[in-house]
C-alpha cells in the first residue's frame, strides 16, 4: 500500500435495513473508499429485505434472521461470533474497525485483536436498557468489562457521553463526543429525485406529515398517529406518510389504531425505499414521536432537504441538532431554527400502550404539527438557518476524526 491508503477498514453492523446506523456506514464506506483504503463491511445478519448494500465489499455471517434461530441456534451465533471477527481482521489485515451499535461493540470488543478499535452509541442508552432482554443485560456487563478494549467509544452527542457515564455506570475513559456525518450534496441531489408512483403522487398532492424510520417501541409512532387525528379534525385536506418498516407487533398495533380513528383514508404506511430523501423534500412537516433517540440521522437529512421538523424531547441531542443556541426542557412546545421541539412523550415504560386515550404530550406534538403545516415562516427560517445547522456534520472531517487516536 501507498502512504496515502494504508489503511485497511472493517465496518460492523448487525444488520443491512435503512436505519440510521446503517446510512451511517454506508456514508463511511463510500468516503472510505474513494481515498482508497481497502474496505469491507460486515453484517451479522444478511437480509432479502436489505436496502443497504456493500457490493463485493459486503461481508455476512447468516442469511437467517436471529428469531429464526432455535435458541441453541442463537447461541452458538453468539459465542461464534467474536471468533469469526477475529478471523475476518486477520485475512483482510484490518488496521481499523468501526462497530456501529452494542451488539457489534459488545462482540467487537472479545474479538482480541490489535487494530485501532472503535466503537459507537447511538442512542440514550438508559432508556433502552430499561427493557432486560438478554441482550441488554450483556451490554449492561459490558459496560463495566469488555469495553475497555475498544480503544475509542464514539458517543454521537453530549447528551448520550453523559447518560452513559451517569446512568449507565459506565466505567472507562475512552468515551469521545462526534457528531454522525452526513454527505449533504449527495443529499440534497437525491431529494431532487421526482415521486414517480401515481398512488405516491396523489397522496403528496396533499399537505404531508411523514414519519421516516423503524416502526419500533423506541419510535413510538402511535403519538404521532393519535396527534396527527387531532389535527386533522382542524385540516381535513392533509395526509400521514410512515416509510419504514419493523416490529410486526407494532406494525399491528398502529393499523389497528388507524382504523379505530378512522384515518384509513389519510395515514399511508409505504414501507421501505430506497431514497427516502424525496419523499422528505415532498413532504411539508418530518415528524418525529420517540420515546428515545440518540441524535436521529433524519433530522439532519431534513435540516439538509429544508423540511421543517416537529420532534419531542426524545434526547437533550434533539436541541444539539435543530438549534444553535441551548435550550432547557420544559413543558411547553419550543420554538428552533428548524421547527418545533415539544414536550418529551416517554412514561417510563418501553411498550405498546395498553390505553389508546390521548395524553397531554400528544396534544402538545398537534399543535406544533398544525403551527408548521400553516406557517410559512419555520421553512424561511430554515432555509436562512441551514447551513450554520449542518456545519457539524462535515463527512470529511467526522470520517477522518474517527480514525484518529483520543483526545487527551
Partial sequence: MNKKNNKSILLIMPYGSVGGMERLALNFYEYYKELGYVIKALKFIKLSTDIIHFGEDELFFSERDLYEMTGKERGLFYLNTPFKIRKLIKQYKITHSIAFG????????????????????????????????????????????????????????????????????????????????????????????????????????????????????????????????????????????????????????????????????????????????????????????????????????????????????????????????DHKETDKNISTESGVVTPNLFKGVLEIPKSKKLIKEERDFADALSLVLMDDSYKNNLKTSRSKLLSKFDLNAVANEYLQPMKN
Fill in 102 to 325: 452494542d451488539m457489534a461493540n459488545f462482540f467487537s470488543s472479545l474479538s482480541f485483536t490489535n487494530e485501532f478499535k472503535i466503537g459507537s452509541i447511538h442512542a440514550l442508552k438508559s432508556v433502552e436498557l430499561k427493557n432486560t432482554t438478554f441482550f441488554n443485560k450483556i451490554t449492561k456487563i459490558g459496560y463495566r468489562s469488555s469495553y475497555k478494549y475498544l480503544d475509542k467509544l464514539v458517543c454521537i452527542s453530549k447528551a448520550i457521553k453523559e447518560d452513559l457515564k451517569i446512568n449507565c455506570g459506565y466505567k472507562f475513559s475512552n468515551l469521545e463526543i462526534i457528531y454522525n456525518p452526513h454527505n449533504i450534496k449527495d443529499i440534497v441531489s437525491l431529494s431532487k429525485e421526482l415521486i414517480t408512483d401515481k398512488n405516491e403522487i396523489e397522496i403528496f398532492s396533499k399537505k404531508t406529515i411523514l414519519f421516516l424510520g423503524r416502526l419500533s417501541i423506541q419510535k413510538s409512532p402511535w403519538h404521532l398517529i393519535k396527534a396527527f387525528s387531532i389535527v386533522k379534525e382542524k385540516y381535513p385536506d392533509i395526509n400521514l406518510v410512515l416509510i419504514g418498516d419493523g416490529d410486526i407487533q407494532v406494525t399491528n398495533f398502529i393499523k389497528e389504531l388507524i382504523s379505530d380513528l378512522e384515518l384509513n383514508n389519510q395515514v399511508f404506511l409505504l414501507g421501505r425505499k430506497s431514497n427516502p430523501y424525496k419523499y422528505i423534500a415532498a413532504s411539508n412537516v418530518l415528524a418525529l414521536s420517540s420515546n428515545y433517540e440518540g441524535t436521529p440521522n433524519v433530522i439532519v437529512e431534513s435540516i439538509a432537504v429544508g423540511t421543517p421538523i416537529v420532534s419531542s424531547y426524545c434526547t437533550k441531542g434533539i436541541i444539539e441538532l435543530m438549534s444553535t443556541e
